[in-house]
């Protein structure tokens, strides 16, 4: 079966770095994209970053763009995402999810993926 697991959150000063990571098991990894989600308490499941199985385009959210960056390592199974000039906003539950969908409009919306990881939480302090 799919496993999605992230590892890397953790506690950082605001205008730190972290760098986050989700291992994917059980399917072609190369044949997926795969996209980062967050949720802080109280908010929905927003999009952060999506990156295509077919060339590698990556997608962001206007909150993120310029500080955070999608990447994936289809040799080890593996996406990231590196974030820097972190806010207390960023604080929530950062999430990886897997679909086998293309393009912008089915990327940034959760309702478009079919594997979930557990979440890993990335803290943030002023």
């Known amino acids: 079966q799919v496993q999605l697991v992230e590892s890397g959150g953790g506690l950082v000063q605001a205008g730190g770095s972290l760098r986050v990571s989700c291992a994917a098991s059980?399917?072609?990894?190369?044949?997926?994209?795969m996209g980062w989600f967050r949720q802080a308490p109280g908010n929905e499941r927003e999009f952060v970053a999506a990156i295509s199985w077919t060339v590698g385009t990556t997608y962001y959210a206007d909150s993120v763009k310029g500080r955070f960056t999608i990447s994936r390592d289809n040799a080890k199974n593996t996406v990231y995402l590196q974030m820097n000039s972190l806010r207390p906003e960023d604080t929530a539950v950062y999430y990886c999810?897997?679909?086998?969908?293309?393009?912008?409009?089915?990327?940034?919306?959760?309702?478009?993926?079919?594997?979930w990881g557990q979440g890993t939480q990335v803290t943030v302090s002023s």
């Open positions: 999810a897997q679909t086998a969908y293309s393009g912008s409009i089915y990327l940034t919306s959760p309702v478009n993926y079919d594997y």
């Open positions: 059980g399917r072609t990894f190369s044949r997926y994209s």
